[in-house]
T-cell receptor
């Protein structure tokens, strides 16, 4: 089956710093989503981005489907950005079954 | 809209007990699914449904049953709980391939 690899596994930042999270996937996809799991365990939709670039406030994401990767940019990070960021894909021909990466754990220190 | 709701939030079971985790959505989504999340890992698909009366197995279906009698509800049943089923369970529904998750149920099996 499709492999989803996220890097780095852990990231520690000072408040105000910028960061880039990467998601590589091993096969063609119909869907790619980024989620933020906050310290209370809630999964929050950040982006639905099978291709192209989207921005939402301090966050933006780019997916280059032909090269099988996606990037999540966080600018001017805040302590509330802490948590785990997951990339998840739906393989082509895979109905709507999401396959998750193992996540990047982000800690933003004040 | 309440979105995707799950009950209970927390549950402790003894080995061999049975229980049902409830999931409901009020967005009229056809696709619903159940995932489990274990420490340090992403979410893994247990079962999914593409519409009322239709269910299928995901990546880790053993020990779990589902049914889908209405569009709104998608309960997950544990017939004989085992310690290996200690996990956090998430229900999701999707619209045009973007998936939305409930708040999760934290289950401990002693």
């Amino acid at each position: 089956g499709i492999q989803v690899e996220q890097s780095p596994p852990d990231l520690i930042l000072q408040e105000g710093a910028n960061s880039t999270l990467r998601c590589n996937f091993s096969d063609s996809v119909n869907n790619l989503q980024w989620f933020h799991q906050n310290p209370w365990g809630q999964l929050i939709n950040l982006f639905y981005i099978p291709s192209g670039t989207k921005q939402n406030g301090r966050l933006s994401a780019t997916t280059v489907a032909t090269e099988r990767y996606s990037l999540l940019y966080i600018s001017s990070s805040q302590t509330t950005d802490s948590g785990v960021y997951f990339c998840a894909v739906v393989p082509k021909g895979g109905s709507e079954k999401l396959v998750f990466g193992k996540g990047t754990k982000l800690t933003v220190n004040p | 809209n309440a979105g995707v709701t799950q009950t209970p939030k927390f549950q402790v079971l003894k080995t061999g007990q049975s229980m049902t985790l409830q999931c409901a959505q009020d967005m009229n989504h056809e696709y619903m699914s159940w995932y489990r999340q274990d420490p340090g890992m992403g979410l893994r698909l247990i079962h999914y449904s593409v519409g009322a009366g239709i269910t299928d197995q995901g990546e880790v279906p053993n020990g779990y049953n589902v049914s889908r009698s209405t569009t709104e509800d998608f309960p997950l049943r544990l017939l004989s709980a085992a310690p290996s089923q200690t996990s956090v369970y998430f229900c999701a529904s999707s619209h045009r391939r973007e998936q939305f998750f409930g708040p999760g149920t934290r289950l401990t099996v002693l």
